[in-house]
T-cell receptor, first 114, second 111 residues
Framework: NAGVTQTPKFRILKIGQSMTLQCTQD?????MYWYRQDPGMGLKLIYY???????DKGEVPNGYNVSRSTTEDFPLRLELAAPSQTSVYFC?????????????FGPGTRLTVT | GESVGLHLPTLSVQEGDNSIINCAYS??????FIWYKQESGKGPQFIID?????DKRQGQRVTVLLNKTVKHLSLQIAATQPGDSAVYFC??????????FGKGTKLTVNP
């Protein structure tokens, strides 16, 4: 299994541009998450999904959108990028029903907005 | 609301010593806790977890202690190695499937 994969690894955007961060998992996990991590800080939840077709806001959803059309994919869309969205973005997935809530993380996407 | 904090942002230890990383939480309803390790430039990796009906759990060279009375969680790493140098996060889970992460403690192991 490849686990959780994210593309791209790095991206530089100009203010006002848009982009989609891709996330794919091959573990058949029903839950998927998007976090951002600012320098020296912990992870803040942007959006999450409990299954295909179902998404919900996390702690910091403003400026982002998500969709979940398949179990495997959970893209994060940035519209009108702002410098405040400069961060490292992590996608994660988890499975329920096994007594563990461990989330499996991807390698991250480092985004700079200038 | 839920919140997770750490007592110390950085910790420096000598190779071979034991390390203790502390974490405070405020949500008494949290029923699950987890520790992650994040190496530079990588995503967080699972270390160990513990449910609220336990007060101690051991893994390979790691032990997690949970004190629900004072809402405190700690991660003990035995015989710390240079490869243990990383940022360590604790996270808690309340009533939903979401984890709430703390800010992290940076562990540096000196040879």
């Amino acid at each position: 299994n490849a686990g959780v994969t994210q593309t791209p690894k790095f991206r530089i955007l100009k203010i006002g541009q848009s982009m989609t961060l891709q996330c794919t998992q091959d573990m058949n996990h029903n839950y998927m998450y998007w976090y951002r991590q600012d320098p020296g800080m912990g992870l803040k939840l942007i959006y999450y999904s409990v299954g295909a077709g179902i998404t919900d806001k996390g702690e910091v959803p403003n400026g982002y959108n998500v969709s979940r059309s398949t179990t495997e994919d959970f893209p994060l869309r940035l519209e009108l990028a702002a410098p405040s969205q400069t961060s490292v973005y992590f996608c994660a997935s988890s499975s329920t029903g096994k007594g563990s809530y461990e989330q499996y993380f991807g390698p991250g996407t480092r985004l700079t907005v200038t | 609301g839920e919140s997770v904090g750490l007592h110390l942002p950085t910790l420096s230890v000598q190779e071979g010593d034991n390390s203790i990383i502390n974490c405070a939480y405020s949500n008494s309803a949290s029923d699950y806790f987890i520790w992650y390790k994040q190496e530079s430039g990588k995503g967080p990796q699972f270390i160990i977890d513990i449910r609220s009906n336990m007060d101690k759990r051991q893994g390979q060279r790691v032990t997690v202690l949970l004190n629900k009375t004072v809402k405190h969680l700690s991660l003990q790493i035995a015989a710390t190695q240079p490869g243990d140098s990383a940022v360590y996060f604790c996270a808690e889970k309340g009533g939903s499937e979401k984890l709430v992460f703390g800010k992290g403690t940076k562990l540096t192991v000196n040879p």
